[in-house]
């Protein structure tokens, strides 16, 4: 069973930084890619980040230019998230995309106040 374990999250205020760390426990066999997604309660998950095993990572227009992925190992990714804004408030999601199937990791939160 494939285990991705979040950590980083936690309360900063508004134009500070928060880095996220996605690591996955077990091998995942066919990864296609990582990506990170973001959920508010009472509204849809949204996509925020994802990078492919060998290429460049792609962005929300959300957080363009404010958020960096990035491979740290072959197991672990990182989120590096600058100029934080009160909407980017929500729970972060590490989600692995394989051709087995999709795995998400528990979530992290991330406060940001104002």
């Known amino acids: 069973q494939v285990q991705l374990v979040e950590s980083g999250g936690g309360l900063v205020q508004t134009g500070g930084s928060l880095t996220l760390s996605c690591k996955a426990e077990?091998?995942?066999?066919?990864?296609?890619?990582m990506e990170w997604y973001r959920q508010v309660p009472g509204r849809q998950r949204e996509f925020v980040a994802s990078?492919?095993?060998?290429?460049?990572p792609n962005y929300a227009d959300s957080v363009l230019s404010r958020f960096t992925m990035y491979w740290q190992s072959s197991s672990t990714v990182i989120l590096q998230m600058n100029s934080l804004k009160a909407e980017d408030t929500a729970v972060y999601y590490c989600?692995?995309?394989?051709?087995?199937?999709?795995?998400w990791g528990q979530g992290t939160q991330v406060t940001v106040s104002s």
């Open positions: 077990t091998y995942i066999y066919s990864l296609n890619a």
């Open positions: 989600k692995a995309n394989s051709r087995k199937g999709d795995y």
């Open positions: 990078i492919p095993k060998a290429g460049a």
